[in-house]
C-alpha cells in the first residue's frame, strides 16, 4: 500500500456523488473521479434546445461536481458497451426501461477495470439504502459487489455505517465513524450535508438523471424497437428520441415534428438521412419521416405538417417535401383537422 490510498469516485454530476466523494476526501484520501457516457444522460444538449430549459444551467454537472471537488474527471465513451445492458438487462427493467440494477453493476465492474489499470485501491460511489427501488436496495447492494467483482473494495460512504466494514475500513485506510448511515428516500440528510460543505446550486434530482427512467422516453424506444422488428439502437436514435413531438400516424412511418425554433435547427442536422418536410406559406414545423414511406403517407404526412404549423385554420397550406437525395416538391394540403387526429398516434 502506498502511504495515501487511492479511489476512484463514480461521478454522475448528482448531488450523491458529490458528497461521497468529498466525504472520503476528508479523509485525506487521493481521489479521482469517473464519468460514463451512455449518450442517455436527462443533462445536455436537450437543456440548450428547448426554450423552456433555458433558464437551466447549460453545464455538464459531472464536470461542475469535478471542479467543486478539485479533483481530475475522466469521461469514458461506453455507448456501445452499453448496448447490451439495455437491450438483454439480465435483472429485468424498472418501471419502464431502465435496467438500473444491471447498469449499476456494469459501471462499478467498468470502474473496477479502471481501478486496476491505474493502481488505484477502493471506489466510491454515492449509493444510499432505499434511495432507488431497484438498484439500491439493502438486498441489491452486496448483488452490486459481488457480481462486479469489486468485492469489498466498494465504498458507500453516505451509508457505509448500515453496511458491513469495507477493506478500506478495515484496513485503516477509512474512519466508519466520519462516515453516515443515510437510509430511505428523504433528501433532507444530503442537503443538510451540502450546506455543511458550502456546496451550492448542485442539481436537484429529478427522478434519476437517465431518460430510460421517464416514461414518455420508453415508451418511444420500445415503439422503435417494436417497429422496426429488432432491440437495436444507435447514438442518432438515442437523441432523436430526445427530441420533438412523435406520432405514428400509420404502422409503416412515424413523424418528428419539431415544437420550437430550437428543435427545428436541431433537426435541421438530419436533413440528409430522412425524408423531411416544411410548410412554405406558414410558419412552422421541420418535419421528419422515419420508415417506408408511399405516396398516400406524404400526404398524410404534409397534411400533419400544416396542422402543427401557423395556417392550421387555413383552407390550404404548401408544404415543401424534400426526399432523400430527391428533388424538391411541393403539396398544396388541407391541414388535418385535430378532432381526425387519434390520442394513439402520439407515442
Known amino acids: ?41 436527462v443533462e445536455g444538449h436537450t437543456h440548450a434546445i428547448r426554450k423552456k430549459d433555458r433558464a437551466r444551467p447549460k453545464r455538464n454537472n459531472a464536470l461542475w461536481s469535478a471542479e467543486q471537488l478539485g479533483i481530475k474527471l475522466h469521461i469514458i465513451d461506453i455507448i456501445e458497451e452499453y448496448k447490451d445492458i439495455v437491450i438483454n438487462p439480465a435483472h429485468g427493467y424498472g418501471a419502464n426501461l431502465n435496467p438500473c440494477l444491471d447498469c449499476k453493476i456494469f459501471m462499478v465492474h467498468k470502474a473496477r477495470e479502471w481501478m486496476e489499470a491505474h493502481d488505484f485501491d477502493f471506489i466510491i460511489t454515492g449509493e444510499v439504502i432505499g434511495q432507488r427501488p431497484m ?60 450546506k455543511q460543505f458550502g456546496f451550492e446550486d448542485y442539481a436537484q434530482p429529478a427522478g434519476g438523471c437517465c431518460f430510460l427512467t421517464d416514461r414518455q422516453y420508453s415508451v418511444k424506444l420500445a415503439d422503435l424497437w417494436a417497429t422496426r422488428g429488432t432491440r437495436e439502437y444507435d447514438l442518432d436514435d438515442i437523441m432523436l428520441l430526445k427530441v ?4 405514428r400516424p ?15 435547427r436541431f433537426l435541421e442536422g438530419y436533413r440528409k438521412r430522412f425524408v423531411h418536410m416544411l410548410p412554405t406559406s406558414h410558419s412552422g414545423p421541420l418535419v421528419l419521416l422515419d420508415g417506408e414511406i408511399s405516396p398516400a403517407d406524404i400526404e398524410l404526412a404534409a397534411r400533419l405538417t400544416a396542422r402543427f404549423s401557423q395556417g392550421r385554420d387555413a383552407e390550404r397550406v404548401t408544404i415543401e417535401v424534400n426526399g432523400k437525395g430527391a428533388a424538391t416538391h411541393s403539396l398544396d394540403v388541407v391541414p388535418l ?9 402520439y407515442i
Open 1 to 41: 500500500m502506498p502511504q495515501k490510498p487511492k479511489a476512484v469516485a463514480l461521478i454522475s454530476g448528482g448531488l450523491d456523488s458529490l458528497l461521497a466523494t468529498r466525504v472520503v476526501m476528508e479523509q485525506g484520501v487521493h481521489v479521482e473521479g469517473i464519468n460514463f457516457y451512455t449518450g442517455f444522460c
Open 135 to 194: 438498484s439500491q436496495r439493502k438486498d441489491t447492494m452486496p448483488v452490486i459487489a459481488r457480481d462486479s467483482g469489486v468485492g469489498d473494495r466498494l465504498v458507500r460512504p453516505l451509508c457505509a455505517r448500515n453496511l458491513p466494514p469495507t477493506l478500506p475500513e478495515t484496513e485503516g485506510w477509512l474512519d466508519r465513524e466520519r462516515m453516515f448511515g443515510f437510509n430511505g428516500r428523504s433528501r433532507k440528510p444530503q442537503m443538510a450535508l451540502a
Open 244 to 247: 420533438g413531438r412523435h406520432l
Open 250 to 264: 400509420r404502422p409503416n412511418f412515424k413523424i418528428i415534428v419539431g415544437r420550437e425554433e430550437g428543435e427545428n
Open 337 to 345: 383537422p385535430t378532432d381526425e387526429i387519434p390520442a394513439g398516434w
